[in-house]
């Protein structure tokens, strides 16, 4: 960087696109002169007081480090993910940049002073998460169910069904308070908290069914408050049509008008909630306070009596009424009591500190309410008898002696006639408004039970959207994204707002709860299962990203409430829970299927690398074992967008099998190009190729150095590759001498670390770099205003800031090779010259398994005498009938020893001419220093000294074009190069080999031990 004045020149790496520096996103840049003071480009120069390069984010702006004025302090942007927000996300200087430059940027300009946006609404831990799981726990079945259910399962009985909901909610809670403490959680509730722990195969389906059963349970509270109103309607004679369509009416009106607060904004909303509480509060006090207070004769006739002894013992076990009454009966009608806890949790977005406030407010309120529901039950208990005629003629006289043996006639009335007839319709066992009767002024308690159901249902109408919103913007699932869009300063879903609305109008004109209420049950169930099931699952992968704040949880408790609420889904309504899970089923099949282009850092994450990381563990301690063996390869493939045969060759017979590792050397003098290399854009090409294999890249002054290294550091354990392919070298008469003894110094250095190798040839050559920037050229050419470097760019930029790394985009696109094409009844021929073990068989019989090479015969050329012909042939085929390989047939090449013809061998000696060693040239020179300057060259004693060899191999090329035609890949075994060989001679034997061929060609040579056996042990 240069200053003059108040002007400020950066200067960066060219390949730099832009990154963020104490708030300031510089987005353009461009190299400066140093020694020149050109003007300073646009986007680039800084006047004092005034930044002309981005905007910026005020509460970024922090101290530089004492090392450097561009280096920069820890500071909360650079780890905040503020594109969930939808502000700008702050990254800070690479280190390429840090090495490069040493500048210093301008004080930070003054803050505007313009009057800032409106803040949106936010909610403290009581406000927002207290009141809100107090308000959706204490719905209808506290003031409608609780009392009968008392009548039915006995005050025991029914303090067990409530502390075994408490149990589980209890579990829950805690598990949604280490989840919402292990990081920022934003809005999405219970959805965001299991898809990014458990990931989007997960997270997606209870997305959706969570958001479906928030739904619901608008509706069904809403039809409880409907009929709580038509029964009023009733007492007074008055009725709009009849009782069900009372009910759908009054329904439709009453959720249209919770409708109309929920679109007004949750300030609003909370102010609403806050009124509905106060109701509660009130209510709840007049009941018992009127439970004190002595009852009248109007009271007595109904069954209330206010506390006494008898009642209470009498009401301690249970009195099970009706055909199907029972205890998990009794508990499946009561559970939906449990249903709120994660109204504070579906709001998340809306609260000023959601991993404070969740803890906190979710397990008060849990207590505060299992306070009052115990309270409630055990009181109604004893203060109520089960079963009261409601006719003040049923008052006893002071001195009667006659006949009476109910419970209520030693208060002075006589049920039994009722009883018996079992036409009592009052008490414990046959009225739902017990708490009504009993409490000091009706009216409340029916103030109450519109408070508890309309606040339940503004509730769950408020969380289905916020939780559906996230779903929407995930984009997990098709064609609901048009439902995600958010408005106002709250970001409020308002069409997330009208899908719910019409799914609740949709069941409220059913006007049955007990046709609602068997789903909702197994939904919520279901959720808290998955919400224990994600908090266990972090846990045990021992993830060092897995720090909750909230301690006080165990995974061994969120496994057991998992699996719990998995059971009473089961107990409650089996045929509901079956749906349940059909519903999941079919949506996590679609998120596997599709694989949403998603990284969340889950859990399954975790456990996959924990998995991985045992078994190489494990692996290593066991011995290795011929029938085991599987090869492992180590593929020279440079970039592997620029040599998919290669690619495609080797994961023919890897996938699914064994270990293929892509490394790419990066020679010296392309250290310019190495941050354009970006390893996941060529991760991505694979997996879209649908070869399974890793990528590895590694520094090297040449092919052998860089070989070498790749040998020694790839792999872990016993996954390590014990085979290396490479490419032919098809320009070695042209390229320079150090580039072909480093070639051949590699396959022997590939020997010596005891590895196989591979050499592939193809007719057209492996490397297609060239057809790429042809079409570049092309498509520039057509359109002036093209850029090449954004149409086939073979190596990505590095910057990781920019959005377009993580598209879907691959490097190149998708060339076709001829091993993905399907080989037809073409042959595989292998010419078996040396016994290497038995890769040379191992190999192809990989390939033909696969399903474009199935129909390809395999035969098996040997090289033999013709007067042991027919025993040579019969033994070759009863070893490969003992290995249980299907050959299709064995030949016996008989006529190798023949003289190649003269043209072949006139080639091959003009091959190697450029490579003469030429002593008569250098007759003062002795021969051996000669051979000490140039290693790879050929001296006449060395050509004819290997003059047999060299003549077999042209031989063997003739004998190979004339069997293998029409062949689909030929297999020869690769000679070992010895030390006595030149490099250039040696090359020259690979030419002769595999030259002339119009299908690929592979040279193969194992390390000399066996990889086939015909043994069992």
């Known amino acids: 960087m240069t200053k003059s004045n108040s002007l400020i020149n950066i200067h960066v790496p060219q390949n730099h696109t832009g990154f963020t520096v104490m708030g300031i996103r510089i987005t353009r840049i461009k190299p400066v002169d140093h020694d020149s003071t050109p003007p300073p480009p646009p986007g680039v120069a800084v006047e004092t007081g005034e930044v002309d390069l981005a905007r910026r984010d005020r509460s970024a702006l922090r101290r530089p480090s004492i090392y450097s004025t561009i280096d920069t302090a820890p500071q909360h942007g650079f780890y905040a993910n503020d594109t969930m927000t939808g502000r700008m996300q702050h990254s800070r200087p690479s280190l390429e940049f840090l090495r490069s430059v040493n500048w210093a940027l301008p004080p930070p300009p003054a803050e505007d002073s313009g009057k800032p946006a409106g803040e949106p609404v936010r909610f403290g831990w009581f406000m927002g998460v207290t009141v809100r799981v107090m308000l959706n726990i204490w719905g209808v079945i506290l003031f409608l169910r609780l009392t009968w259910i008392t009548s039915q399962a006995g005050i025991i009985l029914t303090w067990a069904i409530i502390l075994m909901s408490v149990v589980i909610t209890v579990i829950t809670a805690m598990s949604v308070s280490a989840i919402s403490t292990n990081g920022k959680v934003y809005s999405g509730g219970a959805y965001f908290m299991i898809s990014r722990t458990l990931g989007p195969e997960m997270g997606g389906p209870i997305g959706v069914v969570f958001s479906f059963a928030n739904a619901l349970a608008c509706a069904l509270n809403t039809v409880g408050f409907a009929e709580t109103v038509r029964d009023l309607l009733q007492e007074y004679n008055a009725q709009m049509v009849d009782p ?78 009706g055909a199907e009454a029972g205890f998990f009966q009794m508990f499946s009608i009561f559970f939906p009591a449990a249903t709120g806890i994660l109204s504070g949790v579906n709001i998340c977005g809306d609260l000023k500190d959601p991993e404070s406030a969740i803890p906190k407010g979710t397990l008060l309120a849990i207590f505060w309410t299992t306070i009052s529901y115990l309270g409630v039950a055990i009181v109604a208990g004893a203060c109520v008898v089960r079963d009261a005629s409601g006719n003040l003629n049923d008052s006893l006289p002071v001195n009667h002696t006659g006949m009476c043996e109910g419970l209520g006639c030693g208060f002075g009335w006589d049920f039994d006639a009722c009883e018996q007839n079992k036409t009592c319709l009052f008490g414990l066992a046959n009225d739902f408004q017990v708490m009504r009767k009993a409490s000091g002024y009706g009216h409340l308690i029916t ?26 913007n995930d984009n997990i699932y098709p064609y609901i994204g048009f439902f995600g869009k958010g408005y106002g300063k709250n970001n409020e879903p308002l069409r997330a707002y009208l899908l719910t609305f019409v799914i609740s109008i949709a069941f409220i004109l059913i006007a049955d709860l007990n046709v609602i209420a068997p789903l909702i049950s197994n939904f919520f169930l279901c959720s ?51 749906f349940t899970f059909c519903i999941i089923l079919f949506l996590l099949g679609y998120v596997i299927y599709k694989k949403p282009q998603v990284n969340w850092g889950s859990s399954v994450q975790a456990s996959t690398y924990n998995m991985a990381l045992s078994y190489s563990v494990s692996l290593s301690g066991v011995e ?39 490394g790419d050397i990066i020679m010296e003098g392309e250290s310019s190009d190495v941050p354009q290399r970006n390893t996941d854009t060529l991760i991505k090409w694979l997996n879209q190729r649908k070869v399974r294999s890793f990528y590895t890249r590694f520094s090297g002054n040449g092919l052998r150095e860089g070989a070498c290294n790749l040998l020694q550091s790839t792999g872990l354990g016993k996954m390590k590759p014990n085979i290396l392919v490479m490419g032919f070298k098809a320009n070695w008469r042209e390229s320079a001498p150090t580039g072909l003894e480093d070639y051949i110094s590699t396959i022997n250095d590939t020997f010596d670390s005891n590895y196989g190798v591979c050499i592939l040839r193809m007719m057209d050559g492996l490397d297609i770099s060239e057809e790429i920037e042809t079409e570049e050229e092309e498509l520039s050419s057509v359109n002036p205003a093209f850029d090449a470097s954004e149409a086939g760019q073979t190596w990505p930029s590095n910057d990781m800031d920019r959005e377009s790394d993580h598209e879907d985009v691959p490097p190149t696109a998708q060339t076709r090779t001829v091993f993905q094409n399907k080989q037809g009844k073409k042959t595989v021929d292998i010419y078996w010259i040396s016994d290497d073990g038995g890769l040379t068989l191992l190999i192809p019989y990989l390939i033909t398994r696969r399903k474009r090479w199935h129909h390809c015969k395999v035969r098996v050329f040997i090289v033999g005498d013709q007067q042991t012909m027919d025993e040579e042939r ?144």
């Open 874 to 1017: 019969t033994e070759m085929m009863s070893l490969l009938k003992k290995f249980r390989l299907d050959v299709a047939d064995v030949i016996v090449v008989t006529d190798s020893k023949k003289a190649p013809l003269p043209k072949n061998w006139k080639r091959f000696g003009d091959s190697l001419a450029p490579f003469s060693l030429k002593e008569e040239e250098h007759r003062d020179v002795p021969v051996q220093e000669l051979r000490r300057e140039s290693p790879w060259k050929v001296s006449d004693k060395d050509l004819e000294a290997l003059r047999p060899k060299s003549e077999r191999k042209v031989r063997l090329n003739e004998i190979i074009r004339r069997n293998s035609k029409h062949a689909a890949l030929v297999i020869v075994s690769l000679p070992v190069p010895q030390s006595d060989c030149p490099s250039s001679l040696y090359m020259a034997w690979l030419d002769s080999l595999t030259c002339g061929l119009h299908c690929p060609a592979l040279l193969i040579r194992g390390n000399q031990q066996n990889v086939l056996t015909f043994y069992c042990q």
């Open 447 to 472: 103030a109450g039970i519109f408070a508890a159901s309309l606040s339940s249902a503004l509730g769950f109408l408020v969380s289905a959207p916020k939780v559906f919103q996230c779903l929407c």
């Open 244 to 321: 069900t369509n009372d009910v759908r009416i009054i329904g439709v009106l009453t959720v249209t008008a919770l409708l109309l607060i929920s679109m007004a904004g949750m300030e609003w909303e909370s102010k609403a909630q806050l009124l509905f509480f106060g109701v509660l509060l009130i209510s709840l006090a007049n009941y018992f306070v009127g439970t004190v207070i002595p009852a009248n004769e109007e009271k007595q006739a109904t069954g209330f009596f206010s506390y006494r002894k008898e009642i209470f013992v009498s009401n301690l076990l249970p009195d099970w009424r």
């Open 624 to 662: 290795d074992h011929v029938k085991n063996y599987r090869p492992q390869c180590l593929v020279l493939t440079g970039p592997p967008n620029l040599r998919p045969a290669l690619v495609d060759f080797v994961g023919s017979f890897t996938k699914n099998v064994s270990l293929m590792i892509c």
């Open 528 to 578: 808290y299962a998955l919400i224990n099931f994600s908090c266990f699952h972090a846990s045990i992968t021992n993830s060092p990203g897995w720090r909750p704040s909230y301690k006080y949880y165990s995974p061994w408790a969120s496994l057991f409430g998992a699996v719990i609420s998995v059971i009473l889904m089961f107990l409650f309504t089996w045929w509901a829970a079956l």
